[in-house]
């Protein structure tokens, strides 16, 4: 697939297979350049269902948990340390652990590794029930959430390289597939720990999936690797001056702020719906879960019109809509015009979850086409496992900003007036995301530069498959 002039290509360092010393029928079975278009179909179904058990599984303390620790008299603020201990090791380790160990492990390594070490972390999270001392239950369950985030985080950062790894000439289309995947999964895996708390207790409820992980890391043995020994060693030295480039990363910072927005009015809808509607906290999860089920079922449909039509509009696209449509959650006070009801919430989240993931489904193609431009056309392995990294690391840091501003903001200003300055707020990085995406296609436009709109990758010798 191509929609441009030009293609950025993977680099492969001028490797000859055949002195490559990872080109042997032995190491054959490994590569993924080696794999036929039909087992690349069947091992990019068999990373979306690990993605799905990982994540369910990772999210189940998050509707039980405050109900046990309410009966062992722990306070919620405790609680709130103990669920957040896992966001915080998923992100340290997307931004430090997870580059280093794809860069230096092959894929089925670090996987497997990675799902003993969280089903591990899981199953001594489920024997806090053993420990009647709260201070000492408090501390271990923070080590223990806070290992499985940092295990979890490097297997999404690895599943997602592996998404681009597999289809190269796809980018958009794989990660946003993998989009619904995760959120589909981190919606899903409060209501299954609710189901088996309530059917047998806090134990169960991490026991059982803390092994299913563990068991997980026999077929993730048998997965292919995403990049030679050799090519490893040889991109050791690539520079890292064009990575930490600001223009490079800016997409990154668009995507979290796409993020502080989704999450935000989360901790402040219940209150709000409930005193000026008379709509219980069912209702408020229900409208909640509107958000999540359009970025599910949006996310495929976006990611391939930025294959066929370029991320930088689509990036573009996103800094345009965003403003308007926050300013509908309040509404924003100052469009009078506009009343304040349930139907209005359901309208106005179901158009976030449609603007959300255009933001941030393009942000990583976006940085593979500009990082590239810069780099005389190269897009090497690790820079990709790094770009992947930050991508993944993005998220969490967007919703902690998000939720830690309302919480601060939510005693002075109404429900309306917090999200509705918000949206106008937003509107400075919108501004900022235009000139940005301008310039990017200004840029490509020139006659000695690639073109902004193509990031079609090629895997030499590889057939897509799609």
């Given amino acids: 697939m191509s929609n441009g002039n030009s293609e950025t290509k993977i680099e492969e360092n001028g490797t000859d297979p055949a002195k490559d010393e990872d080109a042997s029928p032995s190491a054959a079975k490994w590569d993924i350049k080696s794999y036929s278009p039909t087992k690349k179909r069947i091992l990019f179904v068999a990373m979306c269902i690990f993605h799905i058990l990982t994540f369910v599984f990772f999210n189940l303390p998050y509707t039980y948990l405050p109900l046990y620790n309410e009966a062992r008299k722990i306070s919620t603020s405790?609680?709130?340390?103990?669920?957040?201990?896992?966001?915080?090791?998923?992100?340290?380790?997307?931004?430090?652990?997870?580059?280093?160990?794809?860069?230096?492990?092959?894929?089925?390594?670090?996987?497997?590794?990675?799902?003993?070490?969280?089903?591990?972390?899981?199953?001594?999270?489920?024997?806090?029930?053993?420990?009647?001392?709260?201070?000492?239950?408090?501390?271990?369950?923070?080590?223990?959430?806070?290992?499985?985030?940092?295990?979890?985080?490097?297997?999404?950062?690895?599943?997602?390289?592996?998404?681009?790894?597999?289809?190269?000439?796809?980018?958009?289309?794989?990660?946003?597939?993998?989009?619904?995947?995760?959120?589909?999964?981190?919606?899903?895996?409060?209501?299954?720990?609710?189901?088996?708390?309530?059917?047998?207790?806090?134990?169960?409820?991490?026991?059982?999936?803390?092994?299913?992980?563990?068991?997980?890391?026999?077929?993730?043995?048998?997965?292919?690797?995403?990049?030679?020994?050799?090519?490893?060693?040889?991109?050791?030295?690539?520079?890292?001056?064009?990575?930490?480039?600001?223009?490079?990363?800016?997409?990154?910072?668009?995507?979290?702020?796409?993020?502080?927005?989704?999450?935000?009015?989360?901790?402040?809808?219940?209150?709000?719906?409930?005193?000026?509607?008379?709509?219980?906290?069912?209702?408020?999860?229900?409208?909640?879960?509107?958000?999540?089920?359009?970025?599910?079922?949006?996310?495929?449909?976006?990611?391939?019109?930025?294959?066929?039509?370029?991320?930088?509009?689509?990036?573009?696209?996103?800094?345009?809509?965003?403003?308007?449509?926050?300013?509908?959650?309040?509404?924003?006070?100052?469009?009078?015009?506009?009343?304040?009801?349930?139907?209005?919430?359901?309208?106005?989240?179901?158009?976030?979850?449609?603007?959300v993931p255009m933001a941030c489904i393009s942000a990583l193609p976006v940085m593979f086409q500009v990082y590239s431009s810069r780099n005389g056309g190269n897009l090497p392995i690790i820079i990709i496992n790094q770009l992947v990294s930050f991508y993944c690391a993005s998220y969490p840091i967007g919703i902690f900003i998000g939720t830690m501003v309302s919480g601060f903001v939510a005693p002075y200003a109404s429900f309306a007036w917090s999200t509705g300055s918000l949206s106008l707020i937003y509107i400075a990085q919108s501004i900022l995301c235009i000139a940005y995406c301008v310039n990017v296609m200004r840029q490509a436009n020139a006659p000695a530069e690639k073109s902004a709109d193509t990031y079609v990758m090629e895997n030499r010798g590889a057939d897509p498959g799609m």
Avoid at 97 to 107: D, G, L, R
Wanted: net charge neutral; with cysteine; aromatic share 12%.
């Fill in 78 to 355: 405790w609680t709130g340390l103990i669920l957040g201990a896992a966001a915080v090791g998923l992100t340290l380790a997307c931004l430090f652990v997870a580059p280093i160990a794809i860069n230096k492990f092959s894929t089925r390594i670090v996987l497997s590794c990675s799902s003993v070490g969280m089903g591990i972390s899981i199953f001594l999270f489920s024997l806090m029930d053993l420990v009647k001392e709260g201070v000492a239950y408090t501390i271990f369950s923070i080590i223990f959430r806070f290992a499985s985030g940092v295990f979890g985080g490097v297997i999404n950062v690895t599943i997602f390289a592996a998404y681009v790894a597999i289809y190269p000439e796809y980018v958009a289309t794989v990660t946003s597939i993998g989009e619904s995947v995760l959120n589909g999964a981190v919606a899903f895996g409060p209501f299954l720990g609710g189901v088996l708390y309530d059917a047998s207790g806090f134990v169960a409820a991490s026991l059982v999936p803390g092994v299913l992980i563990f068991l997980c890391a026999l077929p993730a043995f048998y997965l292919p690797s995403l990049n030679s020994k050799k090519r490893r060693a040889a991109e050791e030295e690539t520079s890292l001056k064009t990575l930490l480039d600001p223009w490079v990363l800016f997409p990154l910072w668009h995507l979290a702020s796409a993020q502080i927005l989704i999450s935000y009015h989360m901790p402040l809808l219940s209150p709000y719906v409930d005193e000026a509607f008379d709509a219980g906290v069912v209702w408020s999860g229900a409208a909640l879960l509107v958000s999540t089920a359009v970025i599910c079922i949006s996310s495929p449909l976006l990611g391939f019109l930025i294959d066929k039509f370029g991320p930088v509009k689509m990036l573009l696209a996103s800094s345009v809509l965003l403003p308007p449509v926050y300013a509908l959650i309040g509404p924003n006070p100052l469009l009078s015009f506009i009343p304040a009801s349930r139907a209005q919430i359901i309208i106005a989240l179901a158009l976030l979850g449609l603007a």
